[in-house]
């Protein structure tokens, strides 16, 4: 049972590129979230998706960033008009039916390291 | 607002010591509390969870507190290792929204 995968691990963007980052959550997982971490800094909750829904976005900024989980294929975070302040990585974890009401933990990728110069 | 603090200076320890890591949290109600470790480029791996109504919790060398009163988890390492070395995070997630909020991490190093 493959874990979390997430592409590309690294990626360069020029500013003003768009970025979009890809996450395939552990079989049979339906609920993802997605985090951003700064060196030195702890993880930051951007957005919460389950099939086809966001559940909760209240950490991803209003302009330039979307988040969406389709019912086939991964759940892709897309960054717009990338600017050097976007430089971070960014984490994604998924969790069973039920969520984190299951009193279970999340799985996390290994992350993508966007760079934007 | 929300807070989760955790000591930002790196803990240093000699190997098989017990090491003990602080998570604090204010205008948090917290229906359980989840421990990550993460080591440096790669992503956090879950520890450990305990639940609101339970004291304390443990796994192998492993053992986690939670004092709601105090709104504080401690987490303990008995008989550390080297390998034990890692940032480890404290993620308390709240009954409403039960989204993990983590906190900044401590740094772990024990020493050989």
């Known amino acids: 049972n493959a874990g979390v995968m997430q592409n590309p691990r690294h990626l360069v963007r020029r500013r003003g590129q768009e970025a979009r980052l890809r996450c395939s959550p552990m079989?049979?997982?339906?609920?993802v979230y997605w985090y951003r971490q700064l060196p030195e800094e702890g993880l930051k909750f951007m957005v919460y998706?389950?099939?086809?829904?966001?559940?909760?976005e209240s950490g991803m900024p209003k302009e330039r960033f979307s988040a969406e989980f389709p019912k086939e294929g991964p759940s892709i975070l897309r960054i717009q008009q990338v600017v050097r302040g976007d430089s971070a990585a960014y984490f994604c974890?998924?969790?069973?039916?039920?969520?984190?009401?299951?009193?279970?933990?999340?799985?996390f990728g290994q992350g993508t390291r966007l760079t934007v110069v | 607002s929300q807070k989760i603090e955790q000591n930002s200076e790196a803990l240093n320890i000699q190997e098989g010591k017990t090491a003990t890591l602080t998570c604090n949290y204010t205008?948090?109600?917290?229906?359980?509390l989840q421990w990550y470790r993460q080591d440096p480029g790669r992503g956090p791996v879950f520890l450990l969870l305990i639940r609101e109504n339970e004291k304390e919790k443990r796994k192998e060398r492993l053992k986690v507190t939670f004092d709601t009163t105090l709104k504080q988890s401690l987490f303990h390492i008995t008989a550390s290792q080297p390998a034990d070395s890692a940032t480890y995070l404290c993620?308390?997630?709240?009954?409403?929204?039960?989204?993990?909020?983590f906190g900044r991490g401590t740094s772990l190093i024990v020493h050989p």
């Open positions: 974890a998924s969790s069973p039916p039920g969520g984190a009401h299951m009193n279970t933990e999340a799985f």
């Open positions: 079989k049979g997982h339906s609920h």
């Open positions: 998706l389950q099939k086809e829904n966001i559940i909760d």
């Open positions: 205008n948090y109600s917290p229906a359980y």
């Open positions: 993620a308390p997630v709240s009954g409403g929204s039960y989204i993990p909020t």
